[in-house]
């Protein structure tokens, strides 16, 4: 059964950092794309980063030069390391590992940005 938890989220202040982790299970996930979305209250979802099989990244223009995102295919964890927090970071914060047509989805978990 192919699985997708994310932890890590949780409140912080502006300017503050969380690091979030997705671990996956029951597939070789290297070989996949991995994703963190987001989708605030009231929002659709957008991407927020991505690394490819081969490790190139690619960033929303509003985390760039605060968020990085990374993996580690020996513990088939993709990260998201959150730096200099704002209050529209707000949102519930979802991995996806995607390769051609499939996806797969976890959960999400919540990051609350506030004083």
């Known amino acids: 059964q192919v699985q997708l938890v994310e932890s890590g989220g949780g409140l912080v202040q502006p300017g503050g950092s969380l690091k979030l982790s997705c671990a996956a299970s029951?597939?070789?996930?290297?070989?996949?794309?991995m994703g963190w979305y987001r989708q605030a209250p009231g929002k659709q979802r957008e991407l927020v980063a991505v690394?490819?099989?081969?490790?190139?990244?690619n960033y929303a223009d509003s985390v760039k030069g605060r968020f990085t995102i990374s993996r580690d295919n020996a513990k088939n964890t993709v990260y998201l390391q959150m730096n200099s927090l704002k209050p529209e970071d707000t949102a519930v914060y979802s991995c996806?590992?995607?390769?051609?047509?499939?996806?797969?989805w976890g959960k999400g978990t919540l990051v609350t940005v506030s004083s």
């Open positions: 029951g597939t070789d996930f290297s070989i996949f794309a």
């Open positions: 996806n590992a995607n390769l051609r047509v499939i996806n797969y």
């Open positions: 690394i490819t099989s081969s490790t190139i990244t």
